[in-house]
């Protein structure tokens, strides 16, 4: 017991002081997060748009494969994206495996698909109100999505701030395309499984209390974004 209360002093004690291991780390994780959230929604919320406004053939397949593909394990992914990026593999010439390129892009694929789905639920409800409108005014397929995407702008925030929170927690994919490198690759999820490993549980703590600490400001910062306690959305 007085190993845990030790530890957990001496971890607020790194988080207080502005520890600057612990604040590289961090930095890095947000980094690299942020970058495939962006590239991420780039992806799934045109996509998502234009799964609710446009029917084809095979539009269901398509929803029922990106519902599927939420549950992904991650450690597939990563291991996918190692096959692609390894020396004898497609994209080995490129020379991105074990850098922070490799972890952008495990992640975005990751979070693509739980981004898609999410905006697709709100998008179809919107279009729902919208689509007797919108084909009156005989716009535009790229007008009604962009008019969507605009007006359900607050339900996608929501949406990125779930692609967020599976970005940043996520360890197994990132750990096999990123390697775990100091000063390069590691990031909160990785320090903290090895510094557990090692038996530093102060800077594993530490580091627990660094993620918590940036969800929840994410968290917060969309809610002000969304601007939803102003209007009683709550």
């Not at 990106?66 to 994209?91: C, E, F, K, Q, T």
């Not at 975005?108 to 999410?118: G, T, W």
């Not at 729902?128 to 359900?152: C, F, G, M, P």
């Amino acid at each position: 017991m007085g190993d845990l209360w030790q530890g957990l002093s001496q971890a607020f004690w790194l988080v207080l002081s502005a520890d600057a291991e612990l604040v590289e780390i961090a930095f890095r994780s947000l980094r690299i997060t942020v970058s495939a959230l962006v590239l991420a929604c780039l992806i799934a919320l045109p996509l998502a748009a234009l799964l609710a406004v446009r029917r084809f053939r095979w539009r269901r397949a398509v929803i029922a494969t990106l519902n599927a593909l939420m549950g992904l394990p991650p450690v597939v992914v990563g291991l996918i994206v190692y096959v692609l990026l390894s020396r004898s593999g497609p994209l080995g010439a490129l020379g991105l495996l074990f850098t922070p390129t490799a972890m952008i892009v495990a992640q975005m694929i990751i979070i693509v698909p739980l981004v898609a789905s999410i905006a697709h639920q709100s998008l179809r409800d919107l279009w729902q109100e919208y689509h007797d409108l919108l084909i009156s005014l005989n716009v535009t397929q790229r007008q009604k999505i962009a008019t969507l995407l605009w007006d359900s702008r607050r339900a996608l925030l929501t949406a990125a701030l779930a692609g967020f929170g599976r970005g940043i927690g996520e360890v197994g994919a990132i750990m096999v395309v990123g390697g775990n490198i100091d000063n390069y690759t590691r990031v909160l999820t990785t320090a903290i499984a090895l510094e557990t490993g090692k038996g530093e549980f102060a800077l594993a703590l530490a580091l627990g209390f660094v993620l918590i600490a940036l969800a929840i400001a994410v968290n917060l910062v969309i809610h002000w974004l969304g601007r939803t306690e102003r209007e009683g959305a709550w």
